[in-house]
């Protein structure tokens, strides 16, 4: 399985609550720590619906437009929300205690994980996509796909 950004969390929790159903998994740029949602946490669910999903698109720029878009306005703020403040499980707690093979990847402008000294010295294989943030398949397609096959080659 491969995820990316919220994905990575949603993956990551399957991952570990249900492991016969994930061979390897490798996360891209996952949200591991809980953190303020600027964006979500003014609005009750009915007003961000109402207007603070529109408001949150005329403030992204065009790539997190696009994939903002995508998702259903309710869906977005619960798991939005959900990865705030107050997250349990913590999310890199579950990826320190994977019991199935995982591999992240992360942008070089991002370039955050490495400074996480628990995931430095666990072992857990890193690619980085060069030239590339947090929207890596969008900045640098090549170097994204690129990272990945070399990640899941890493757990092979």
């Known amino acids: 399985m491969v995820a990316h950004s919220m994905g990575g969390s949603i993956a ?32 009750t669910e009915a007003a961000f619906v109402q207007f603070g999903f529109e408001q949150a698109l005329s403030e992204v720029d065009p790539e997190w437009g696009a994939t903002m ?4 306005p309710v869906a977005l703020y619960r798991t939005e929300l959900a990865l705030g403040r107050g997250t349990t499980p913590m999310m890199d707690e579950l990826l320190l205690n994977l019991t199935i093979p995982c591999a992240l990847v992360e942008g070089a402008l991002t370039a955050e994980l ?26 640098n397609p090549a170097g994204f ?10 757990l092979a």
């Open 69 to 72: 878009r995508l998702a259903d």
């Open 114 to 139: 490495p400074e996480d000294p628990s995931i430095r010295a666990s072992g857990i294989p890193l690619r980085v996509v060069s030239a590339a943030g947090h929207c890596m398949m969008l900045d």
């Open 12 to 43: 990551l929790v399957l991952a570990s609550r249900r492991p016969d159903l994930v061979g390897r998994l490798v996360l891209a740029e996952p949200n591991l720590r809980p953190s303020v949602r600027p964006r979500i946490e003014p609005f």
């Open 145 to 154: 796909a690129r990272a990945i096959a070399e990640a899941l080659a890493d």
